[in-house]
């Protein structure tokens, strides 16, 4: 194994095997943690593996166990879950979290699921894998789409101060704030699936073009205008707005985009026949019909539970996950040169984290090595004094780095007052 490697082979695959379908109620419970975890380090090494181009065992995996179709419903599960759970769980009364940070595992459990989604729909035979869940997942990326729409309309919303915010309200913000990283994760996710459009099924291209209209979506998108419903017959005029993005620079650019044009200009002479009216059998997605229909009135029953049994952890409880998951906002807050890391890794921005536990050890745990999300970062590190290309870390804190000795001499009087106490904490027992 080499040193950017995260998992032995055998221990992927285990891994990949071991991975498997939770109902709604064991949201966040020590059997589902253990699984978010698994999930974490194959997503790590799935993007390790891209990122090489020496092969990708994981998405082999994947596919030759049959876990695709687990992931999609894993990934629609947690959806349902944010959508019908959270928001009670937030209204009852009883409900005075003093720490965020196991919700914020649930929550960030369907960003890690659809980035390892996107890793690994760049191959053709992984979308074949996904079978009848390639229904569900477009179904999927066309909700967050349109959310993704709308919030274009509205704006980015306003930060907020760290002070004046509440740990539930803070983790509220990261959730919505996470939710743009998801659609944009999706929106890949669906280019990917129309890379396969020979090999998808009759029912599919229907529910993308009929149903959905997803063109029309994405021209909505590029426009950066809300979402507006259009009824009956085909959106003509939408699709014809590309039109005034296809400059002569960009075709020069993009030669294949020459096909398009010439696509719409055709489009603008003719006139599109209305659609048939006739009977069909059309297949249907089922995991969010399915789930919905299981879990059907028991959504506050539900939040109950989990504020009982999963969401109200002891210190004891809290040290141990700190323990287990690393604490992410030391190391968000004191890399630079890894801006974007978080998206990439966890499809959430590095400024998403959660509320930290009490005396949380400040330092990552091994499913976070920095070696391994140094090998994956964007962009070299950057000297905290000159901002120059920086190969010397601190010793003390591993947060900041240097390009020589000289400049982390001139910048330890600011620097020591983040040093000391990390160093400090991290000999802490």
């Known amino acids: 194994m080499s040193d950017l490697e995260l998992l032995l082979p055998g221990e992927a695959d285990m891994l990949v095997r071991g991975l498997r379908s ?9 059997r589902w943690n253990q699984q978010h975890e698994h999930l974490e380090k194959l997503n790590m090494q799935a993007i390790l593996d891209a990122t090489a181009s020496q092969g990708e065992p994981i998405q082999e995996l994947l596919v030759t166990h049959g876990k695709i179709p687990t992931l999609v419903g894993e990934l629609i599960a947690v959806e349902m879950w944010k959508q019908k759970v959270f928001p009670v769980l937030c209204k009852l009364e009883d409900f005075k979290p003093q720490n965020t940070f196991p919700i914020y595992m649930v929550l960030h459990h369907e960003a890690s699921i659809i980035n390892l989604l996107e890793t690994v729909f760049f191959h053709k035979e992984v979308c074949e894998s996904a079978e009848d869940t390639v229904l569900d997942l477009v179904d999927y990326c066309h909700r967050k789409l349109t959310l993704l729409v709308a919030r274009s309309g509205r704006g980015e919303p306003p930060e907020e101060e760290a002070e004046d ?13 996470m939710e743009f990283e998801i659609a944009l994760k999706a929106l890949s996710v669906l280019r990917y699936v129309t890379d396969c459009v020979d090999s998808l099924s009759l029912s599919t291209l229907s529910r993308m073009l009929s149903t959905h209209n997803l063109p029309c979506l994405l021209v909505e998108l590029l426009e950066h205008s809300p979402w507006s419903r259009r009824e009956g017959g085909f959106a003509k005029g ?3 707005k590309l039109r005034a993005f296809l400059t002569d620079t960009l075709i020069d650019q993009l030669p294949h985009l020459a096909d398009l044009q010439g696509f719409l200009a055709h489009l603008a002479m003719a006139e599109p026949q209305p659609p048939k009216k006739d009977l069909v059998f059309e297949q249907i997605p089922e995991i969010w019909e399915r789930l919905e229909r299981e879990n059907k009135g028991k959504w506050k029953a539900m939040a109950k539970h989990q504020l009982q049994h999963v969401f109200s952890p002891s210190e004891q409880d809290l040290r141990l996950q700190a323990q287990r998951w690393g604490c992410r906002a030391a190391a968000w807050e004191g890399r630079r040169g890894m801006e974007g890391v978080g ?9 998403t984290r959660p509320a930290r536990p009490p005396d949380a050890p400040p330092r990552w745990a091994e499913t976070y090595r920095l070696d391994v999300l140094e090998a994956v970062s964007p962009e070299r590190p950057r000297c905290a004094y000159c901002s120059a290309e920086a190969s010397k870390r601190c010793s003390r804190c591993q947060n900041e780095w240097y390009c020589c000795r000289e400049c982390q001499v001139k910048h330890w009087e600011k620097h020591r007052k983040a040093c000391v106490p990390v160093a400090q904490g991290g000999r802490v027992k």
């Open 343 to 351: 998206v990439l890794l966890c499809g959430a921005p590095p400024t």
């Open 238 to 240: 939408q699709l014809l």
């Open 165 to 177: 915010v509440s740990p539930m309200k803070e983790l509220q913000t990261q959730a919505e704030l």
């Open 22 to 30: 939770f109902p709604l109620l064991e949201m966040g419970s020590a």
